[in-house]
């Protein structure tokens, strides 16, 4: 599958990897280059991969909290949550962004593998509820926005109010003419907004913020560095460290799960994984060779956790890496190592996230 800024991508000479089924921009030239960008100005990220499933009706609200984990009834009109779906047993089917655009209608956002299952799976939960789901994926294109000089981009083509625009609300808006959802939202860890624009529009939108973003350094920016400044970000990736295997729990993220609400799909499962035997940490190497996917944890010389993703941090200058361990290691401080293809390289426990900007950043 493609995206409608496919053809762009193609112009500026990218080179382009399958990614859950779509041919995606991995990097346009250096990965380093468009990683540094985000961080120190502005990069331009094609999202259209993702799934958009709107969910309306007077018990929208209701319907959303059966679904998923968190209390989606509470967010105000205009602000954003993020939550998961679990399985009946307590295991992650997605995280998820939903924002609540009016009382009586919501927009979830679901990863681009699991987009189908989200809106099958919203379509069932809403069986009895006075809502109705309806996946717009096919219909709207995802252009983000992220670094210091995002601001300065976005409210070069947009009179929005940017200043107003709190972390996790979104505003409708105009861009030149496009009507957009502008979300103040993003996965790198830097300021940013997401724009969700309709699929015909996206390539005029997408030039103007680049042509908008020339005098701040914008750059494009591909998958690659997308999951570098994620994985420095703390920020969890489904298929990594999010599955139908682990938990809220076990992802150091229970806090999105609300107990206090009626029943909803996972409840009693996740009762009953309130206390996981594993738990989700940050490892920091010391030298060059970073840990990887898939690599064995070890504590002396026995096998105790795998690693779930890793990197050599690009702002860091050192190896990173998140990896699923036995609670009873999980604190920071605590002394590992890894098997990297054959060699042990000693790696500590560290607290997530790796990195955070600064307030004036």
Same mark, same amino acid.
């Given at each position: ?10 112009? =500026?000479?990218?080179? *382009?990897?399958? *990614? ?77 962004? !939903? ?27 809403? &069986? ?13 294109? =995802?252009?983000?926005? &992220? ?11 947009? %009179?929005? %109010? ?28 830097? %300021?940013?907004?997401?724009?969700? #624009? ?15 973003? &020339? ?11 997308? %999951? ?5 970000? +703390? ?23 609300? *107990?206090?609400?009626?029943? *909803? ?6 009762? +009953? ?8 940490? @940050?490892?920091? +190497? ?10 064995? !944890? ?8 795998? #690693? ?16 699923? #361990? ?9 002394? =590992?190592? !890894?098997?990297?293809? @054959? ?12 990195? &955070? ?5």
């Amino acid at each position: 599958m493609r995206t409608a800024l496919y053809s762009v991508h193609k112009g =500026l000479g990218a080179l *382009f990897t399958d *990614f859950a089924g779509w041919e995606m921009p991995v990097r346009y030239g250096s990965e380093l280059a468009e990683h540094r960008a985000v961080r120190e100005t502005a990069g331009l990220f094609d999202l259209s991969h993702m799934g958009e499933i709107e969910v309306t009706g007077a018990q929208a609200a209701n319907a959303l909290d059966h679904a998923l984990v968190g209390r989606l009834s509470a967010v105000k009109p205009g602000r954003a949550r993020y939550s998961m779906m679990c399985t009946p047993s307590g295991g992650v089917v997605d995280d998820l962004v !939903v924002y609540r655009l009016e009382d009586e209608k919501y927009l979830v956002v679901a990863n681009a593998g699991n987009a189908p299952t989200v809106a099958a799976e919203l379509t069932a939960r809403a &069986q009895g509820f006075a809502a109705q789901v309806t996946d717009r994926s096919a219909d709207v294109a =995802l252009i983000a926005v &992220q670094g210091p000089r995002a601001v300065d981009v976005v409210g070069a083509v947009t %009179d929005a %109010d940017l200043a107003g625009l709190k972390y996790y609300a979104s505003v409708p808006a105009t861009v030149k003419g496009h009507d957009v959802l502008l979300a103040r939202t993003g996965y790198t860890g830097e %300021d940013g907004f997401e724009l969700y #624009v309709p699929a015909a529009e996206a390539p005029e939108v997408w030039h103007l913020l680049a042509e908008a973003g &020339q005098p701040y350094g914008l750059v494009p920016a591909g998958l690659a560095c997308r %999951d570098t400044l994620r994985l420095e970000a +703390g920020m969890p990736l489904y298929g990594n460290e999010l599955s139908t295997e682990r938990s809220p729990f076990e992802a150091n993220l229970g806090r999105v799960v609300k *107990f206090d609400k009626p029943d *909803f799909v996972g409840k009693a499962g996740l009762e +009953g994984r309130r206390e996981p035997s594993e738990v989700l940490v @940050g490892l920091r +190497g010391g030298g060059r060779r970073a840990p990887r996917h898939g690599y064995r !944890v070890l504590s002396g010389d026995e096998p105790v956790g795998e #690693v779930t993703s890793g990197a050599l941090s690009p702002t860091l200058g050192h190896p990173v890496a998140m990896a699923y #361990v036995p609670v009873a290691l999980s604190g920071p401080g605590t002394g =590992l190592s !890894v098997d990297i293809r @054959g060699r042990v390289e000693p790696v500590e426990v560290v607290a997530l996230p790796f990195y &955070q900007r600064t307030a004036t950043s």
